[in-house]
């Protein structure tokens, strides 16, 4: 009893269990102890300094980069920046960009950074989809491939869901919500090329996507910010309850689609001669490469739901953060900026005819460049190009370091897009036309030889660099940004050329969690539909 009693006690209890849980810890997270050789941001003088700088991490992940990038990256030495998720990172110089992008996929690898960067292992509610994400290369060849075709579809579907949500009232000003209408006008849009007309206008189904996409953050936050690694195996799933639940509803949505689609697909590659008028979305692009290409499983109505679903994500997310901040930019901004948007518009326009098409949107140079410098200036986030060591004997750095498998490294992307040496005095400054000043300089000169076309084409939203890495690069740069691009820039047009947009005196700032950077979602503009004879 003696004894009992002491085990009990909660002066020798608590420290005994505190000991035990940071044991199993340390043995679960062995392999991503880091060399003392690579010096840590964010300390103090303090018991327990790097568990804590990883705590802390959650308010000051933005400081704690910018000490890192000033005192080491500069200087092109590596750091490690603690982070909310237990795993430490080492961040690289920028000078170690083409370095790191060249190592082979066995060596280190993108996967499972962003597996853990969005915690689908916990989240995600099916395993086959994750483990063969087929659809990521039919949007890199097949999205990118049909733009041209889909624009006057986009197009039709931006303009209907911009004067419904921001009015068509061209005499008062009307407040609106800027996250909540961009995401809503972005859900109908990408659903138009997803799974078209009638489909992306339902209510019902709109409503399940952008549960899903908002359940997936939530969580994501949760797991990710909030839950130590060593309970993340036993309850992480739990906390994915929402999205299992979610992604049903959506299935529910989609499945009288999927199961109609399948059964002509099927019954063409069993008889070439049955015809059917057959959609050119991204559904039936995933279909038909199901049914041809895919294993049995692919074909699981289920699964192919749940690759619309997580495409949603995807797409709903990033394009209605990038839109929100853009437009929060330009309406901080000089009034000048909407209407060299508006004039370059209004000019593209009556060149195509009075129709958008692909090649009048590439002409969009104003507005491509007003995107790239919010992605540049605001961005998504802190960090980039984040890598996992999967090489069982480690790797070593350009500079002799040696990593061992399982480490995290990736480099502060934001701090590399606001550093002068690489965009001048005024990096720290929003300028919509920074990029665009260079490419209509270029076509003034009226010369189109590789050498113009490379240099014009580096200066687009699309084309990413060591020094632009909001997308990635090289190799494994998000396949989904010529669509976000063509989408983005066909929406500041409509709005340049149809709303007036009240100025604000400053710009709502945004709010940093760790590394990543979010719109306030509570911030609106005044807007007012422009009169016919002014549009």
Known sequence: ??????????????????????????????????????????????????????????????????????????????????????????????????????????????????????????VSP????????????????????????????????LKTSVDELWGTDTENWKEIPVYDTSQRIIARTTNRTFVGLPLCRDAKYLHSATKFANAMLLQVGVTRFLLPALLKPLIGHFFAIPCHFRDWQFSRHLAPMINARLRDVERKERDPSYRYDEPNDLLQWIIRYAVTKGEPHDRNPRYLASR?????????????????????????????????IREEAERVFRDQGGLWTGPGVAKLVRADSAVRETLRHTGLGGRGLVREVVAPGGV??????????????????????????????????????????????????????????REDRALTMVTTSDTFLTFGHGRRACPGRFFA?????????????????????????????????????AAALSVRRRRPEDA
């Open 485 to 521: 691009s063509h989408e983005i820039k066909l929406l500041l047009a409509y709005v340049a050329t149809h709303y007036d947009v009240r100025r604000l005196a400053a710009r709502p700032p945004n709010v940093w969690i760790s590394s990543s950077c979010i719109p306030p979602a």
């Open 308 to 340: 619309i679903c997580i495409m949603n994500f995807a797409a709903l997310h990033t394009s209605t953060v990038t839109t929100t901040n853009t437009l929060l930019d330009l309406a901080a901004a000089d009034p000048g900026c909407w209407t060299g």
């Open 396 to 453: 070593t750095l350009p500079d002799g370091t040696h990593l061992p498998l399982g480490a995290r490294l990736g480099v502060a992307a934001g701090e590399i897009h606001r550093d002068p040496a690489f965009y001048g005095a005024t990096a720290d400054e929003y300028d919509a036309f920074r990029f665009s000043r260079g490419r209509e300089a270029l076509a003034e000169q009226g010369e189109s030889d590789g050498t113009t076309r």
């Open 1 to 122: 009893m003696a004894i009992k009693a002491l085990l009990l006690d909660p002066r020798i209890f608590l420290p005994s269990l505190i000991l035990l849980l940071y044991f199993i810890h340390c043995r679960l997270t062995a392999k991503r102890w880091l060399p003392n050789t690579i010096p840590w941001i964010g300390l103090r003088n303090e018991f327990f300094a790097k568990t804590r700088a990883c705590m802390r991490d959650m308010r000051h992940g933005k400081e704690h980069l910018a000490e890192g990038y000033a005192k080491y990256s500069k200087h092109d030495k590596p750091f490690v920046a603690p982070t909310t998720s237990w795993w430490p990172e080492v961040m690289l110089p920028q000078s170690s960009v083409k370095w790191l992008l060249s190592q082979p996929d066995d060596v280190i690898d993108l996967h499972e950074g962003v597996q853990d960067a969005l915690q689908f292992g916990y």
């Open 126 to 157: 099916h395993d086959k989809v994750l483990e063969n994400p087929f659809h990521d290369d039919i949007v890199r060849r097949d999205l990118k491939r049909n733009l041209g075709v889909m624009t006057p579809a986009v197009f039709d579907e």
